[in-house]
């Protein structure tokens, strides 16, 4: 049974970065496909990016290009997200969740348990 | 990006109410539709892939239907702890879009 454990709640200043980890526990990492969404106060889910291996890069959404770097760390089983410049509308819970199945036609399936972002100065 | 829009955005119903939640595509995506429920503070789970396949241990009263642009997710008996916030996600396009969420809310 795969389970993703995610670090803890950060408060950041406005123009500073946050790295956030995600744990995999119960398989095998090095086939595991990571993408990380983000949940804004009383909003909805957007997604940011994730790593597909058979491009062996990682892809990410538009509105992150520049300011998100996924990567992972097979060594320890995890993967990361930083997000860099941050400003206020940052704020929020991100989520990492493995993904399976293929491309196209993929799902997100289990996610890890959130990590509250806050951004303030 | 691929727009999805889901209808209506909240719903009243009851126990033991069916229950039809709508997710349109700005374009086709064949079935490479996926279906989420979050309750607050928790993480989205994933009820149903690929439009129509339930995932494993969640209840066969979540059925869910369509192809190309139009999709349904059904509830047939709402229980108790169906009361939350259900997203549909489309995963033909390399970059992922959800729906805006649909809220269920008991009546």
């Known amino acids: 049974q795969v389970q993703l454990v995610q670090s803890g709640a950060e408060v950041k200043k406005p123009g500073s970065s946050v790295k956030v980890s995600c744990k995999a526990s119960?398989?095998?990492?090095?086939?595991?496909?990571i993408s990380w969404v983000r949940q804004a106060p009383g909003q909805g889910l957007e997604w940011m990016g994730g790593i597909i291996p058979i491009f062996a890069t990682a892809n990410y959404a538009q509105k992150f290009q520049g300011r998100v770097t996924i990567t992972t760390d097979e060594s320890t089983s995890t993967a990361y997200m930083e997000l860099s410049s941050l400003r206020s509308e940052d704020t929020a819970v991100y989520y990492c969740a493995r993904v399976r199945g293929g491309y196209p036609g993929n799902w997100f399936d289990p996610w890890g348990q959130g990590t509250l972002v806050t951004v303030s100065s | 990006d691929i727009q999805m829009t889901q209808s209506p955005s909240s719903l009243s119903a009851s126990v033991g109410d069916r229950v039809t939640i709508t997710c349109r595509a700005s374009q086709s995506i064949s079935s490479y539709l996926n279906w989420y429920q979050q309750k607050p503070g928790k993480a989205p789970k994933l009820l149903i892939y690929a439009a129509s396949s339930l995932k494993s241990g969640v209840p066969s009263r979540f059925s869910g239907s369509g192809s190309g642009t139009d999709f349904t997710l059904t509830i047939s008996s709402l229980q108790p702890e169906d009361f939350a916030t259900y997203y549909c996600q489309q995963s033909y396009s390399t970059l992922i879009t959800f729906g805006q969420g649909t809220r269920l809310e008991i009546k």
């Open positions: 119960g398989g095998t990492f090095s086939s595991y496909v």
